[in-house]
């Protein structure tokens, strides 16, 4: 999340964990070109300064030519016009700044060694470069800030595009996203079944997208107000599930806690209890109590006393899980790890010693739900007890 005047004190940053991991993986990861969707300019789909959406594609080969695995970038939300145009300067808001190429890693890894059931498949990375979780459509532009509201139209444009790319013919799709891309396929998790083919095998991954209503610890609401500010700049209420917005302020339909019981397809929710980015940006929100800056950064550094806050966050992540029913369809890997997105870094997704749940590392638990092996539904132990987890060994 970013900052606006008057707005919100929430911040986006990565842990610096999260980031050595990840130059770690781009060593050895596939590289995929980027694809820039001029088409879908005339459509008006575009990026908040008005340049077009892109994406990467690694086609499918062998068994996995008629597979689909599309992916949605993270990177927070702009809430207002002056975090939007600080956004629109940068990769989040603009395809002119975005990398030629990226790499493909975890989830999207091409080696089975790395990623045992989606390797061989058609493997999608979607960029974000709207700000709403692809949710906004305003048709009004400001001339004197040039800012395009558009993210539902991007969703709809990179998807019509796959579609006529292939995936009209997939047996297999799946829909996943870390952080913001983890909501947006909450948020589209039923459209997107929608336009695939009658009869093809389709279901929807959250990666640290099950961002919870919950106050921060001098007991004010700043999650609540920024996503009602988020919706109310990109005008996201028309594409937001009629479900909720019937019965609850738009904003609140950012939170999947209020999304996901009437969600059809099958949904598979991958989370952090300690989640670090919302610990970090939601809980403790910008500007808090300064003892708290090494406890926020590093769990390991908490007091006694900030533990029990941070065991109280984990209390209101489970409630908001167990309001959500007991769906056969639904996966559940919710771990005591203090990460933040676990699908885009190998050494989390599947590696030697990487983070598991009753003897099951992520993707073999995520594998063996999509292709009905197997149900996952497992909730870890509070922190300290999962010996797993990955900050334990770097700290």
């Given at each position: ?38 088409s ?20 499918g080969?062998?068994?996995?030519v ?43 890894s ?120 988020v919706?109310t ?55 808090s ?8 950064h590093?769990i ?35 771990n005591?790890?203090?990460?933040h ?49 990955p ?5």
């Amino acid at each position: 999340m970013a900052n606006g005047n008057g707005g919100s004190k929430l911040r986006l940053w990565c842990s610096a964990f999260a980031c050595v991991l990840l130059g770690l993986v781009e060593v050895d990861g596939l590289f995929v070109d980027i694809t820039y969707l001029e088409s879908a300019v005339a459509k008006g789909a575009v990026c908040l300064d008005g340049s077009p959406p892109a994406y990467h594609l690694a086609p499918g080969f062998g068994s996995g030519v008629n597979s689909w695995l599309v992916h949605f970038e993270g990177g927070g939300w702009c809430n207002n016009v002056t975090t939007c145009l600080q956004r629109s300067l940068t990769r989040l808001g603009s395809s002119k700044e975005m990398a030629k190429q990226v790499a493909f890693s975890g989830i999207l890894s091409d080696a089975p060694g790395y990623n045992p059931d989606f390797y061989n498949w058609n493997k999608v990375r979607v960029r974000y470069c709207d700000g709403s979780s692809f949710t906004g459509d305003k048709e009004e532009v400001d001339p004197r800030t040039n800012l395009h509201y558009r993210g539902a139209r991007i969703w709809q444009a990179v998807l019509e595009e796959l579609l006529a790319k292939g995936m009209n013919r997939a047996e297999n799709a799946l829909i996943s996203g870390c952080s913001a891309g983890g909501l947006t396929s909450i948020l589209h998790c039923d459209r997107f079944h929608q336009l695939l083919p009658v009869g093809a095998h389709v279901k929807c991954l959250s990666d640290a997208g099950f961002f919870i209503d919950v106050k921060d610890i001098a007991g004010e609401n700043h999650a609540a107000a920024f996503f009602n500010d988020v919706v109310t700049t990109h005008g996201s209420a028309r594409n937001l599930p009629s479900s909720c917005t019937s019965k609850l302020p738009a904003g609140m339909c950012f939170f999947p806690q209020n999304e996901v019981k009437q969600i059809q397809t099958p949904l598979f929710i991958l989370n952090a209890a300690y989640d670090s980015w919302q610990v970090r940006n939601i809980l403790i929100a910008g500007g808090s109590d300064p003892r708290w800056r090494n406890c926020k950064h590093d769990i390991s550094q908490c007091s006694a006393k900030q533990l029990e806050t941070l065991q109280g966050f984990r209390d209101h992540f489970l409630e908001a899980l167990e309001e959500q029913g007991n769906s056969p369809t639904r996966g559940l890997f919710i771990n005591s790890c203090f990460v933040h997105c676990q699908t885009e870094i190998q050494e989390i997704w599947f590696a030697p010693g990487s983070p598991a749940l009753g003897d099951k590392k992520i993707a073999n638990a995520v594998g063996d739900w999509f292709y009905d092996r197997s149900p996952f539904q497992k909730v870890d132990c509070p922190y300290p007890c999962d010996s797993t987890c990955p900050i334990f060994k770097n700290s």
